[in-house]
């Protein structure tokens, strides 16, 4: 199931971005065969990028988002455009650590020391980069601080995925509350309340949808903010704006891996032909193989002559 669903409160202090994501990190586990840690790393990583997709103002405006440390996931990455469509990929989908004293995931643990970087291509000549030292590498609580250092926008982020006992998807999904201009103090009190003593993301996600059985994901996702915001004051009642479609998209083809055969130059790809008679070449995010045989390879060489 993936849905998305934008709001705002009715004194016009915040808005939300709230996603149930666990058909497309489910669909991301099984193309990249991960452990459940790095099930939990990517999940997050993927359903950020792809709530920061929807805040975009064009279907065609694309996002991108890097975590990279020196823990053994090395990197993360995901990019996700304005309609919603997500693809990633994690290093080493293998990785695996000892759990938290507190028994969860250490997804901090397996991204280590590093960065997160951002980069948005808005159709402009240059694209925005924004980049900031890790705070834990526990992944929300890192874009929350992106948020506010890189982009000077107060926010939080929640973001969780469960796994469940045969180590598919149980649960995923993810939020992001902003605060707009002339914000009424009172509702960052009332959110901190909030956020204090809310329940797990990914737990919410779980019972919401188990007990939705049968409905749609625009009625899960709804349910999922009235259940969250239930306990802000009136004045700070949380109103849906929009539903949107969030979703795994891988979007390669035959032509993107030419261009990316032809980049490594005409005397490298000649070795190739002359080596090996061909190419295999595979996609990182989705994982699909396309196979270039020597007449292929040498058509390219010409263009490249």
């Known amino acids: 199931m993936n849905k998305a669903i934008i709001a705002m409160d009715k004194s016009g202090s915040f808005r939300v971005y709230l996603a149930v994501t666990t058909g497309m990190v489910e669909e991301a586990r099984q193309i990249h065969d991960t452990t459940p840690l790095a099930t939990a790393a990517m999940g997050r990583v993927l359903t950020a990028a792809g709530l920061m997709g929807l805040m975009m103002k064009s279907p065609q405006d694309k996002l991108t988002m890097q975590f990279k440390g020196d823990g053994p996931a090395r990197e993360i990455l995901a990019t996700a455009n304005g309609n919603g469509q997500v693809k990633g990929y994690i290093s080493n989908p293998h990785v695996d650590l ?30 925005y980069v924004g980049r900031i030292e890790l705070v834990n590498g526990e992944i929300a609580e890192d874009l929350t601080a992106y948020f506010f250092v890189s982009e000077q926008q107060s926010s939080s982020v929640a973001l969780g995925v469960r796994i469940d006992t045969d180590l598919t998807v149980a649960a995923a999904g993810g939020m992001i509350i902003q605060m707009l201009p002339g914000a009424d103090p009172a509702s960052v009190d009332a959110l901190e309340q909030l956020i204090g003593d809310m329940t797990p993301i990914s737990t919410l996600v779980e019972q919401v949808t188990r007990e939705s059985s049968g409905k749609t994901g625009e009625a899960v996702v709804r349910e999922l903010l009235r259940r969250i915001f239930a306990t802000l004051p009136e004045e700070f009642a949380v109103e849906a704006m929009e539903i949107r479609e ?50 292929h390879l040498q058509k390219l060489l010409d263009e490249m002559t």
């Open 98 to 127: 000892p759990l938290k004293p507190n028994g969860k995931l250490d997804v901090g643990g397996a991204v280590g020391i590093g960065t997160v970087t951002v980069i948005k291509d808005l159709g402009l000549k240059e694209p």
């Open 246 to 295: 969030i979703g795994w998209k891988c979007d390669c083809c035959e032509e993107r891996l030419e261009q990316a055969l032809m980049s490594i130059g005409a005397t490298d790809l000649k070795t190739i032909l002359d080596e090996d008679g061909s190419a295999e070449l595979t996609c990182q995010f989705c994982r699909k193989k396309y196979q270039f045989d020597g007449a």
